[in-house]
C-alpha cells in the first residue's frame, strides 16, 4: 500500500512494539485497580442504588399504561345458552364413569375456549327480584320441563303461565320446607340461637332447603352437580339463593376444613357407606368440630320406610347399623333422631382423635405431611382429618355466635402470612370506606337490583362484611394461587370458595348481578389472559348487572377496550382516596338477544 504522494507505507517492526505496550498496559491496570479501591470499598453501595434507581425510573418511562387493539367478540351460538365450560356435557363421554367423575370439573385446553358472548333463552327476561324470586322465576329463564314433570308429586316446582313456581316442596318434605326446619329446629337448638350460621346443602335439589334457612340467619351453599335435565343450581342462582355447581367423586370440595357448622342431605342419593366411606370423610373434613350433620331418607327410619325403597328391611338396617359404626370411627355422636330425620355432631373432644393412633384401625387419621385445607383438585384421602388442637376457637360452642362472630378475629387468621388482628381490624375498617365509596358509584347497591354478588379475589371477607345490611349475599371467592384466606372467611360466619381464575367458574351463564374486582390482574395477569377472564366474567354476570374493577392504573384502557368489545358501557372513576395509581372502573353489562333462531 502507498501513501498519497506515491512512496511505499513503512511499519515499525512488530516485535520493536510488542514491549512498550505490555508495560502500559500493565500500568493502567494497576492504576484502574487502586482507582477503584478508593472510589469503591465505601461507596459502592451508593453507586449501585444510582443505577437502580435510573433502570427503575426508565421501567417507569417506558411502561405507560397497557394499550391493546379495539376488539369485537362475536355471539357463542343459541345452544350455548347454558355452556358452563369446565362441567360440559358435550365433554363427558371423554372421562370415567367410575364414582361419576365426568362430572367433576374437566376444563378445556386454551386452545378450546370459547371466545364468544353467552347469548341469553330466547324471551329471557331480567330476573324477578329479591324476595320475591324465592317463590318463582320466569320459565323463559330457565327452561326447562323435564325437572317439573319428574318432581311435580314431590312439589319441587310447577310451572303456570309463563312462570315457575316454587312451592317448597322436596322428597322428604312433601308439607313444605318450612314444616320440614321447624321439625329440624327441634332437634337442633343452636339452629335458632346464631350458633348455627353456615351450612353446606349436599345434592340440594332446587335449594328450597337453604332458601328458607336465609330467614333464620343461616347461609347455605346449595351444591349440586351440572345435570344435563335438571339445572337445579341454576334454578338455585335464579331464586336469589347461594349456590355452586360440584359433586362429591374424587376430588375434595373447594372448600377449606373445619369450616361450615352444618352439613345436610335429603335423600340426595349419596353412597356415604361405598368406597370406604371416603364421601362420609370429606363431610367430616370440612365441617367445624361440634358441627351437625344431618340426614334425611334412607337408611334413616328404615323400620316405617323400607317398603317404598325397593329393598328389604334387613338390608337398611345393615346399612344404617354400617353408617352409624362409621361415623363413630370418625368421631361423630348421634345427636338426634326422629322420625325421618337423624343428627349427628362431630366431636370436639380430641380423646378421641387420639384413638385413632391405634394400628390397623379404619379410617386412621391423616398423616402431618396432608394439608387440611389443600381442596383444588386435590384427591379425596380415605382418612381423617384430625382439627388442630392449638385452635381451641374453632369449634362451634367456642366460635362467637352470629352476628358477633362477623366483626371477631379468627384464630386461624396466624396461619396467613402476614395476617395478625391488625391486620384483620385494618381489613375491616377499610372495606367500610370503600363500600361507602361504591355505593355512590353504583347507587343499585343496597336495593333490590342487585341480590346475587361475587367477590372476585378476596382477603378477609372485609367486602361482604361491609354489606351485610343489604338484601344481598356474597360469594366469597380466594385464589388457589393466593395466600389461604379462606377458613378466615368461615370463621366470621361468611360463604367462599377456592377457584383459579385462569378457568371458568362453576356456575351457570346469568347467575350473579355484581361482580367485585380488586387487583386480580395485576395478581394474576402473569398466569391469566385477560381477554378470557373477562369473558367468564361476561358469561356469569346478568343481563344490566354491574361489575366494580378496582384495578391499577396501568390496566385500566386495556379493560375498558375488551369490555366494550363485549357489549358493556364502562365509566372510570377515582378511588374513595382519590390516587393516580390505582382507578375503579364501573361497568354494565347491557341486554341483548342471539340474532341465531332457537332450535328449542
Excluded at 500500500?1 to 520493536?16: A, E, F, L, R, T
Excluded at 351444591?223 to 339445572?231: G, K, V
Excluded at 376444613?257 to 370429606?282: K, Q, V
Excluded at 368489545?565 to 377515582?574: A, I, N, T, Y
Amino acid at each position: 500500500m502507498k501513501n498519497k504522494n506515491g512512496k511505499p507505507i513503512s511499519y515499525p517492526d512488530k516485535s520493536s512494539r510488542t514491549v512498550p505496550m505490555a508495560i502500559m498496559f500493565v500500568v493502567l491496570c494497576g492504576f484502574s485497580f487502586y482507582l477503584g479501591g478508593i472510589f469503591c470499598s465505601e461507596k459502592d453501595r451508593y453507586v449501585a442504588k444510582d443505577i437502580t434507581k435510573a433502570v427503575e425510573t426508565a421501567k417507569q418511562t417506558a411502561a405507560g399504561p397497557l394499550q391493546i387493539k379495539a376488539v369485537t367478540f362475536p355471539e357463542c351460538g343459541i345452544d350455548y345458552q347454558d355452556y358452563t365450560p369446565c362441567t360440559d356435557p358435550r365433554r363427558w363421554k371423554k372421562y370415567s364413569l367410575h364414582r361419576l367423575t365426568f362430572m367433576e370439573r374437566h376444563c378445556p385446553p386454551v386452545f378450546e375456549k370459547k371466545e364468544c358472548l353467552v347469548p341469553p333463552p330466547d324471551g329471557y327476561k331480567l330476573p324477578i327480584r329479591w324476595p320475591k324470586s324465592r317463590d318463582e322465576c320466569w320459565y323463559r329463564n330457565v327452561p326447562y320441563d323435564w325437572i317439573n314433570k319428574q318432581k311435580s308429586n314431590q312439589h319441587w316446582l310447577r310451572k303456570e303461565g309463563e312462570k315457575f313456581l316454587f312451592p317448597g316442596g322436596g322428597t322428604m318434605f312433601p308439607n313444605g320446607v318450612s314444616e320440614y326446619v321447624d321439625s329440624m329446629q327441634a332437634l337442633i337448638p343452636g339452629m335458632k340461637d346464631g350458633t348455627i350460621r353456615t351450612a353446606i346443602d349436599t345434592g340440594c335439589g332446587v335449594a328450597s332447603w337453604g332458601g328458607d334457612l336465609l330467614d333464620r340467619g343461616i347461609l347455605t351453599i346449595s351444591l349440586a352437580p351440572r345435570d344435563n335435565h335438571e339445572a337445579q343450581v341454576q334454578f338455585a342462582l335464579e331464586r336469589g339463593i347461594p349456590a355452586i355447581l360440584g359433586i362429591i367423586s374424587t376430588q375434595r370440595l373447594p372448600f377449606p376444613s373445619n369450616s361450615f357448622d352444618m352439613a345436610h342431605c335429603s335423600r340426595c342419593l349419596i353412597p356415604w357407606t361405598e368406597y370406604g366411606a371416603i364421601y362420609l370423610l370429606e363431610i367430616q373434613r370440612i365441617l367445624r368440630p361440634g358441627g351437625f350433620w344431618a340426614l334425611s331418607g334412607p337408611p334413616v327410619n328404615y323400620e316405617n320406610r323400607w317398603r317404598g325403597w325397593n329393598t328389604t328391611i334387613e338390608e337398611q338396617r345393615s346399612d344404617y347399623e354400617k353408617l352409624q359404626a362409621l361415623l363413630t370411627s370418625m368421631c361423630f355422636k348421634l345427636y338426634n333422631k326422629k322420625d325421618d330425620l337423624a343428627v349427628w355432631q362431630k366431636l370436639s373432644d380430641n380423646s378421641c382423635y387420639k384413638k385413632l393412633d391405634t394400628p390397623d384401625i379404619y379410617p386412621a387419621k391423616c398423616d402431618d405431611g396432608t394439608e387440611p385445607d389443600a381442596a383444588w383438585y386435590s384427591p379425596l384421602r380415605p382418612c381423617v382429618v384430625v382439627p388442630n388442637p392449638k385452635y381451641r376457637k374453632v369449634a362451634l360452642k367456642s366460635i362467637p355466635k352470629w352476628p358477633q362472630r362477623l366483626h371477631s378475629s379468627s384464630e386461624r387468621v396466624s396461619d396467613v402470612r402476614g395476617g395478625s388482628d391488625g391486620a384483620f381490624k385494618h381489613d375491616n375498617s377499610k372495606w367500610k370506606t370503600r363500600v361507602k365509596h361504591y355505593k355512590k358509584l353504583v347507587p343499585a347497591i343496597g336495593t333490590d337490583k342487585i341480590r346475587n354478588v361475587m367477590d372476585m379475589n378476596t382477603v378477609y371477607g372485609g367486602f361482604a362484611a361491609s354489606m351485610i345490611d343489604y338484601p344481598l349475599w356474597v360469594m366469597n371467592v380466594v385464589s388457589s394461587y393466593a395466600a389461604n384466606t379462606l377458613a378466615v372467611v368461615y370463621d366470621r360466619g361468611l360463604i367462599g370458595t377456592y377457584h383459579d381464575w385462569c378457568e371458568a367458574f362453576s356456575t351457570y351463564p346469568r347467575t350473579y348481578d355484581l361482580l367485585h374486582v380488586d387487583g386480580l390482574f395485576t395478581a394474576e395477569s402473569h398466569r391469566c389472559e385477560m381477554k378470557h377472564v373477562l369473558l367468564e366474567m361476561d358469561r356469569i354476570l346478568r343481563p344490566n348487572g354491574y361489575a366494580i374493577i378496582r384495578e391499577s392504573s396501568y390496566f385500566m384502557d386495556a379493560i375498558a377496550t375488551i369490555a366494550k368489545g363485549m357489549k358493556w358501557s364502562c365509566h372510570k372513576e377515582d378511588t374513595e382516596y382519590g390516587v393516580e395509581k390505582e382507578k375503579i372502573l364501573i361497568c354494565q353489562k347491557k341486554l341483548w338477544y342471539s340474532s341465531k333462531q332457537s332450535s328449542r
